[in-house]
């Protein structure tokens, strides 16, 4: 008799479990489905591939030189980006990061993040007044990479908007 007893009760409650409407929306959803179905959902997929370097000999290098931060980004001709850097990203803190030399080290890791990618030659353009400016470009050249051209593209207003007031100090 106990027997059928928890034969009952085990078909009570794998009715009352069917019954339950929101128990299929959740699984249709996926979103709090078995853990076994996500695993084998997880089984299936295949992996991703590993990306394909491909080499870029001749690319370009935009050195955003400001007050405050200089950074260099490296790219090939159509504007992908290889690899950038920044003081930050260098470890320079306040207002270290606008100095020559941490636009040296800058310079010099996108290089080096750079180097899988085979580049060589590269057309430098500089944006801004920082004092960075000069030190990585040659910075780049230091480093190995045959500067071909340089090309200052800093915006210059064609007298536009009037000019805010001198700050006295």
Same mark, same amino acid.
């Given at each position: 008799?106990?027997?059928?007893?928890?034969?009952?009760?085990? &078909? %009570? /409650? #794998?009715? =009352?479990?069917e019954?339950?409407?929101?128990?299929?929306?959740?699984a249709?959803? *996926?979103?709090?489905?078995?853990?076994?179905?996500?695993? &084998? %959902? /997880? #089984?299936g =997929?295949?992996?991703?591939?590993?990306?394909t370097?491909?080499?870029?000999?001749? *690319?370009?290098a935009?050195?955003?030189?400001t007050?405050?931060?200089?950074?260099?980004?490296?790219?090939?001709?159509a504007?992908?980006?290889i690899?950038?850097?920044?003081? *930050?990203?260098n470890?320079f803190?306040?207002?270290?990061?606008?100095?020559?030399?941490?636009?040296?080290?800058?310079?010099?890791?996108a290089v080096?993040?750079?180097?899988?990618?085979?580049?060589?030659?590269?057309?430098?353009?500089?944006t801004?007044?920082?004092?960075g400016?000069?030190?990585?470009?040659?910075?780049?050249n230091?480093?190995?990479?045959?500067?071909l051209?340089?090309?200052d593209i800093?915006?210059?207003?064609?007298?536009?908007?009037?000019?805010r007031?001198?700050?006295?100090?």
């Amino acid at each position: 008799m106990t027997e059928d007893n928890s034969i009952q009760v085990k &078909e %009570e /409650k #794998a009715g =009352k479990a069917e019954e339950n409407p929101s128990d299929f929306v959740l699984a249709e959803t *996926g979103e709090k489905g078995d853990k076994k179905k996500k695993d &084998e %959902e /997880k #089984a299936g =997929k295949p992996r991703k591939k590993k990306k394909t370097i491909r080499p870029v000999p001749i *690319g370009r290098a935009y050195v955003q030189a400001t007050y405050n931060n200089t950074i260099v980004t490296l790219t090939d001709q159509a504007g992908n980006v290889i690899a950038f850097s920044s003081a *930050g990203l260098n470890g320079f803190k306040g207002p270290k990061k606008a100095t020559p030399y941490a636009a040296t080290m800058i310079t010099k890791d996108a290089v080096e993040k750079s180097r899988a990618y085979g580049l060589k030659d590269v057309n430098v353009f500089v944006t801004g007044v920082g004092m960075g400016r000069e030190a990585a470009v040659r910075a780049l050249n230091a480093s190995g990479l045959n500067v071909l051209a340089i090309k200052d593209i800093t915006p210059i207003p064609h007298n536009g908007c009037k000019r805010r007031k001198a700050r006295r100090v």
